[in-house]
C-alpha cells in the first residue's frame, strides 16, 4: 500500500508526479463509469495508470461514454463481468452514489483497499486554494455566485465538482495562485479524508435517504466538507438554520456565517433590507439589487458572499455579482411564454423544500408538475403547504412517487379540513406535458418543480429539464 495515506499525502502537499507515480505502482479500479468517473478514467490512463472500470450496465448502455474513452488503455468489465476479480486492485475509487455498505466494497475494505473518490483524488492533487460548497438545497446557485463574486474580484477561478463539471481533467494545469470553487455533494464527500480549505455547510433537510440509510448518516457525510480541514482553514455556515448553527458553534473556531435575521460576527448578513459584510462601514447593496427573485436566492448571495469575502474578493465584487448574475439552467429558468402562459424550468428542484421554495417566488396561479424518484424524503409539509396554497391552480403528478405524493396531499386534507387543488396522473412526460399544456390559461405559470430526482426516468434533472425546455420551444401560438 502507500507509504503515505491519502490524508498525509494531502497535508504535506505533496507534489502531484508523486502520487501520480504512487498510483502507476498500484492496480486501480473505478466502481461506475458515470459523468465524474469517465473523466477521472481520461485522466488517470493519461498519467500512464492501469485502469479497470466495473459498471453494472451492460455496454449497449454506455456507448457514448465507451467511444469517448475508445483508444485508451483501459479494462472494461461490464454487466455480467460487474463482480468479477474485484479482489485484484489495491485502489478502488467509487462513484458517487454508490452504497459505501456494498458487500463487495466492505470486502475490499477489509482485505486492505483503500476506497476513495475522483473528488478526493482531486483535492489531494490540487495545488491551489478549494473552495468547497454543500447543503440539502441552493449548492449549485451558490457556488456559481461565488465563481462570478471571484471573477468580478479579478481572482483566477475554476468552478466545477457536483455542478456537472468534473475538475479532474485539469488539475494538473491549475496554478498555486487561482482559486478552485466545487460543489460538493453528499456522496462526493461521504469518502473523503480530506477537506477543502474554505468549507460552505447552507443548510441541511433530509435528503437522499434512500441511498444513505438514516438523516444522521447524511449529515455525517456532509460533515466531511470541514471534518479533516488543516489548520487555518475556515468553515462558512447558516446561521439561520438550526442544524448547520448547531455545528458551526460545536465548531468554536474559524467560523463565518450568513444570516437573513441580522448581523453576524463574521460573514455576511440581512438588515434593514440592506446587505451587509460583517466589519465593513457601509452595506454591499440594497437586497432588492440581486437579480435572481426569491428569499432563497437572497440566502444564497449570503453564503457566496461570505465564502468569496475569505478567499480575498471585496464588497464592490459582491455587488457587481448581485446585479448581473442571472441564475443557472434547470433553476426557476423561464424557457417561454406561450399565448400569455409562461413555462418556468425548476428542474434542479429535486427535493421538497426546493419545490416551496419555488412556491414562493413564482407568481400564480400555477399548474405544478410534481414526482419522480424516491429518496425516501416525506412530502408531508410541502402537502400541507399545497392544501393551503391559493396560487396553485392544479398539480400534474408522474414518476415512481406520483402515489406518494398523492397520499401525502390527502393527509394534509383531512388533517385541515380543506381541499388541496385538484390532481391530474399521468404515466409518463411524453404523456404530461401535452396535457398541461392542453390545460394552460393565459395569465398561468406552468412550473416544472418536481420536488424529486429524476433517476426513475431520465439519467439526471438536466435530462429532465432539457426535456421540458424542448417542449415548450415546440409548441406554437394558437391563434
Not at 393565459?442 to 429524476?454: K, R
Not at 438536466?462 to 425546455?469: D, M, V
Request: with cysteine.
Amino acid at each position: 500500500m502507500f507509504g503515505l495515506s491519502w490524508a498525509e499525502l494531502r497535508r504535506r502537499r505533496t507534489d502531484p508526479r508523486r502520487a501520480c507515480d504512487e498510483l502507476r505502482r498500484r492496480r486501480v479500479a473505478l466502481i461506475g463509469l458515470g459523468i465524474s468517473h469517465e473523466a477521472l478514467a481520461r485522466f488517470l490512463a493519461g498519467e500512464g495508470v492501469a485502469v479497470t472500470v466495473f459498471d453494472r450496465k451492460p455496454a449497449e448502455a454506455l456507448s457514448a461514454r465507451l467511444a469517448r474513452l475508445a483508444g485508451l488503455p483501459i479494462e472494461f468489465r461490464l454487466g455480467d463481468d460487474y463482480e468479477r476479480g474485484r479482489e485484484e486492485f489495491d485502489i478502488i475509487f467509487v462513484t458517487p452514489g454508490a452504497r459505501p455498505d456494498d458487500p463487495l466494497l466492505e470486502q475490499a475494505r477489509a482485505r486492505g483497499a483503500v476506497l476513495s473518490s475522483e473528488t478526493e483524488l482531486f483535492l489531494m492533487l490540487c495545488q491551489a486554494p478549494v473552495l468547497g460548497i454543500t447543503g440539502s438545497a441552493g449548492k449549485t446557485t451558490t457556488t456559481a455566485l461565488t465563481g462570478a463574486i471571484l471573477e468580478a474580484a479579478g481572482i483566477p477561478v475554476r468552478v466545477g465538482g457536483n455542478i456537472g463539471r468534473p475538475l479532474i481533467a485539469e488539475v494538473l494545469g491549475i496554478a498555486p495562485d487561482e482559486q478552485v470553487v466545487l460543489e460538493l455533494s453528499s456522496f462526493q464527500l461521504e469518502l473523503l479524508a480530506v477537506s477543502p480549505e474554505i468549507a460552505v455547510l447552507l443548510n441541511l433537510r433530509p435528503n437522499h435517504l434512500d441511498a444513505h440509510g438514516t438523516f444522521a448518516a447524511y449529515t455525517a457525510a456532509k460533515a466531511n466538507i470541514f471534518r479533516h480541514q488543516p489548520p487555518g482553514s475556515w468553515a462558512v455556515f447558516g446561521a439561520d438554520d438550526p442544524l448547520t448553527r448547531e455545528l458551526g458553534e460545536a465548531r468554536k473556531r474559524d467560523v463565518a456565517w450568513f444570516s437573513t435575521r441580522g448581523p453576524v460576527e463574521r460573514g455576511a448578513f440581512l438588515k434593514d433590507g440592506r446587505v451587509w459584510i460583517a466589519g465593513q462601514q457601509a452595506p454591499v447593496c440594497e437586497a432588492g439589487n440581486l437579480f435572481l427573485p426569491g428569499r432563497h436566492n437572497l440566502e444564497n448571495l449570503l453564503a457566496a458572499a461570505a465564502a468569496a469575502t475569505l478567499a480575498g474578493a471585496g464588497p464592490a465584487a459582491v455587488a457587481q455579482a448581485a446585479r448581473e448574475f442571472k441564475g443557472v439552467p434547470h433553476r426557476l429558468e423561464l424557457v417561454g411564454e406561450i399565448d400569455g402562459v409562461r413555462y418556468v424550468n425548476d428542474s434542479i428542484a429535486t427535493a421538497p423544500d426546493r419545490t416551496a421554495a419555488a412556491l414562493d417566488t413564482v407568481q400564480g396561479p400555477i399548474l405544478l408538475i410534481l414526482g419522480g424518484y424516491d429518496k425516501k424524503v416525506d412530502f408531508d409539509e410541502l402537502a400541507t403547504r399545497l392544501v393551503g396554497e391559493g396560487k396553485v391552480r392544479r398539480i400534474f403528478l408522474t414518476g415512481a412517487t406520483a402515489a406518494a405524493i398523492e397520499q401525502a396531499i390527502r393527509r394534509a386534507e383531512t388533517a385541515r379540513g380543506t381541499a388541496a387543488p385538484p390532481r391530474e396522473h399521468h404515466s409518463s412526460y411524453g404523456e404530461l406535458l401535452p396535457a398541461i399544456a392542453a390545460a394552460a390559461h393565459p395569465g398561468d405559470t406552468v412550473l416544472l418543480s418536481p420536488a424529486c430526482a429524476s433517476f426513475d426516468s431520465f439519467a439526471n434533472f438536466e435530462e429532465r429539464g432539457e426535456l421540458f425546455r424542448d417542449f415548450v420551444a415546440s409548441l406554437r401560438p394558437r391563434s
